[in-house]
Nanobody
């Protein structure tokens, strides 16, 4: 079993910054992919960014140049630094973990960007 605990999120004005963090615990495979997805009201959940255990990153086009994903393998944490936030970034953000056998989701954290 893997458990994910998210922190961060909240309300910020457009142009501001927020940082999301996610700590994984339990049976963590040495090779895995962790990332962040988001879901806005009435929309499907979409990938924001992910990062492999080897450090390879992948970003949605809509956040490239504004968001940065990073991980600390020793601490089993993944973070998402979000800069230059826009109103369209408003959504519930979910941390995810995948290792080829299973995918686990965090409980979600609300990010609201006011214009």
């Amino acid at each position: 079993q893997v458990q994910l605990a998210e922190s961060g999120g909240g309300l910020v004005q457009a142009g501001g910054s927020l940082r999301l963090s996610c700590a994984a615990s339990g049976s963590i495979a040495s090779r895995n992919v962790v990332g962040w997805y988001r879901q806005a009201p009435g929309k499907q959940r979409e990938l924001v960014a992910d990062i492999t255990s080897g450090g390879r990153t992948n970003y949605a086009d809509s956040v490239k140049g504004r968001f940065t994903i990073s991980r600390d393998n020793a601490k089993n944490t993944v973070s998402l630094q979000m800069n230059s936030l826009k109103s369209e970034d408003t959504a519930v953000y979910y941390c995810s973990y995948s290792d080829g056998w299973k995918t686990v989701w965090g409980q979600g954290t609300q990010v609201t960007v006011s214009s």
